[in-house]
């Protein structure tokens, strides 16, 4: 069955250091989403990303976050100075069409040290 | 605004005994309500969308537009169903889920 699949599984960075987290989306998939889960907190919308382009951001994604599709089937999410509180799990998800399942990767444990 | 709200952060249930978790949103327009299901070490993956309007390992869950709920039921536990449940919430033309804060389902044997 395909999956999502996200590298790393664990980041370590320090403070300000730019990371950037991976994911493979399923392959027939056309909508791309970031999530993150803050330890203790509820999963959070960050983006979407359609066609090439980003389609929805949330009040977190602000200028220090960026997303790209550099190949066709890379999705990749850059934090360009990560902060203490940018430390969270951070959930790639695909899904055919809008209002589909949305299909999730392992996470990326990020931490800011 | 669109908002899900669980509220309970633990629930635990005997094993055989049924099984209720809470789901209420706030949603102006009309809403897609999902239930997804975290097993432990496992990735966030779907149990049920209220429009296919299937059963899926025993669960059912019935949106209810008056009173904005979607809880999730199971009549009888059993001791896999222990695990991280979200309910979710999507709209037309806004294709983010915003999640509740989710309930550890403990099932004891």
């Known amino acids: 069955e395909p999956e999502v699949t996200q590298t790393p599984s664990h980041q370590v960075t320090q403070m300000g250091q730019e990371v950037i987290l991976r994911c493979v989306p399923i392959?027939?998939?056309?909508?791309f989403y970031w999530y993150r889960q803050i330890l203790g907190q509820k999963v959070e919308f960050l983006v979407s990303?359609?066609?090439?382009?980003?389609?929805?951001k949330s009040e977190i994604f602000d200028d220090q976050f960026s997303v790209e599709r550099p190949d066709g089937s890379n999705f990749t999410l850059k934090i360009r100075s990560t902060k203490l509180e940018d430390s969270a799990m951070y959930f790639c998800?695909?899904?055919?069409?809008?209002?589909?399942?949305?299909?999730f990767g392992q996470g990326t444990r990020l931490t800011v040290v | 605004a669109q908002r899900v709200t669980q509220p309970e952060k633990l629930l635990s249930v005997f094993k055989g005994a049924p099984v209720e978790l809470k789901c209420n949103y706030s949603?102006?327009?009309?809403?897609?309500l999902f239930w997804y299901v975290q097993y432990s070490r496992q990735r966030l993956q779907l149990l049920l969308r209220?429009?296919s309007r299937e059963s899926i390992k025993g669960f059912t869950a019935d949106l209810n537009k008056g009173e904005t709920s979607f809880h999730l039921k199971k009549p009888f536990a059993q001791e896999e169903d222990s695990a991280m449940y979200y309910c979710?919430?999507?709209?037309?033309?806004?294709?983010?889920?915003?999640f509740g804060t989710g309930t550890r389902l403990t099932i004891i044997p």
């Open positions: 979710a919430l999507s709209g037309f033309g806004n294709e983010k889920l915003t």
């Open positions: 392959s027939n998939h056309l909508y």
């Open positions: 949603y102006s327009g009309s809403p897609e």
């Open positions: 990303f359609y066609n090439n382009e980003i389609s929805e």
């Open positions: 209220h429009i």
């Open positions: 998800a695909s899904s055919v069409r809008e209002l589909t399942e949305a299909f």
